[in-house]
């Protein structure tokens, strides 16, 4: 049997259609570009987050890069994240001119550790004459960007609290985890609405995939909102007038028609992969290797929510991956490595001076993670296999 790490062959199947009949009705328009599509898009976006503001653009990256942009972030400033995420989430840092400042991450969630930012502000930061947070080196720390992992939230209530604390603006990375919920003081908070601004990606193999490029920038702010809009046009408004410099940001009247078809689908896709997680771990523990490989964290589980996690992605880790992986890959069983090197360690982040022994805690999840097969429509026969053969694996 041959398992793939994910196969969305199903779901179009089963939306090919409506999806059809979508991109015809763009082509029949021949209006391409920030049109009625992208305006449909973005209002099913704010109700689906309960967000009162959403700017469609062209990737996550994009995403991100233009909130740094509107935030006027730039080469006076720091922007603290995680060395355990996807490389844009510190590459648009560093493009903006800004440095990013990494903290490890909580070993059991591998999202940035809350007690991490706070050590590094009260080792490494002192404040400034108009008491703003300043680094070592001068630079104003501005934000700090959480990463919701693999479709887990980051534990938000902390973060706002050292937010708050010290003034710091906060950009929620959930390019993987859209309708990801957290249990924010007393209420339920969906992941890139917790706090001023986040961001999504639709990158195909997001759970709400695009056919090809595509992101979108939810936020509170009227102000940040008109800013972002934009930017995302050459900083133009209105036509040839331009305020800023701002780029070509924009999301496409295609790629919009396609999400807005498949948002509504979105709730079920969730549901289907809490099951799969659901089934591996009632499967793991009849198999008796819950001591062998540790498997994803739940912690807000039980606390009323609905997606308490999305699976994204389904993550196991064993000290022995690498061994597992290449049984697993003799058994036609596809895994991935997320991530295989923290972002301390890459080449084009050398220039930050960071060096290996940084962040013991990302550096033993860059040595131990595997995600297994995880998608909406996996079999039920397709996870006992994979089971099956780890169960093999470790005799
Ligand atoms: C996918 C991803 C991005 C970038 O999104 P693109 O649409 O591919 O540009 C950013 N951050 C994280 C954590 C991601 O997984």
Request: hydrophobic share 40%.
């Amino acid at each position: 049997m041959r398992v793939p790490l994910l196969d969305l062959t199903e779901q179009y199947r089963a939306l090919a259609e409506p999806i059809q009949a979508a991109i015809d009705a763009v082509l029949r328009s021949q209006r391409f570009i920030l049109g009625p599509q992208v305006k449909a898009f973005e209002k099913a976006i704010r109700a689906y987050c309960d967000s009162p503001h959403a700017i469609g653009v062209s990737s996550g990256t994009d995403a991100l890069l233009a909130i740094l942009m509107a935030l006027g972030i730039g080469r006076d400033d720091a922007v603290i994240t995680t060395p355990y995420t996807f490389f844009a989430t510190a590459g648009c840092i560093a493009r903006t001119g800004a440095k990013p400042v990494l903290v490890d991450i909580d070993p059991e969630t591998y999202n940035i550790s809350p007690s991490a930012i706070q050590e590094y502000i009260e080792k490494n930061c002192r404040s400034g004459s108009n008491d703003e947070l300043k680094t070592r080196g001068g630079k104003n720390v501005r934000a700090i960007i959480p990463v919701h992992l693999f479709g887990l939230c980051c534990e938000m209530d902390a973060i706002h609290q050292i937010s708050e604390h010290y003034q710091l603006d906060v950009i929620e990375d959930a390019a993987q985890a859209i309708g990801a919920e957290y249990p924010l003081g007393e209420r339920t908070a969906k992941a890139g609405a917790m706090g001023e601004v986040g961001f999504f990606s639709f990158y195909p193999s997001k759970n709400l995939g695009a056919a090809g490029d595509a992101g979108m920038i939810i936020c509170r702010d009227a102000g940040l909102a008109k800013e972002l809009r934009i930017l995302r046009d050459q900083g133009m408004e209105p036509r040839y007038h331009h305020h800023v410099i701002g780029g070509n940001f924009r999301l496409d009247e295609i790629q919009a028609a396609i999400l807005a078809v498949k948002l509504p689908y979105l709730e079920r896709w969730s549901a289907a992969r809490r099951d799969a997680a659901d089934f591996y771990r009632a499967e793991f523990s009849r198999a008796g290797l819950v001591k062998k490989v540790v498997l994803p964290a739940e912690p807000y589980r039980n606390r009323g929510l609905t997606n308490h996690h999305i699976y994204h992605q389904y993550v196991i880790r064993t000290p022995r991956r690498d061994a597992l992986r290449e049984h697993l890959t003799k058994r036609e069983i596809e895994t991935a490595i997320y991530y295989p090197i923290g972002l301390h360690e890459q080449k084009a982040f050398s220039y930050l001076g960071y060096k290996k022994g940084d962040f013991p805690e990302t550096e033993r999840a860059t040595r131990e993670t595997l995600a297994l097969p995880i998608y909406p429509e996996i079999t039920r026969e397709a996870q006992r296999y994979v089971v099956n053969a780890i169960v093999e694996f470790f005799g």
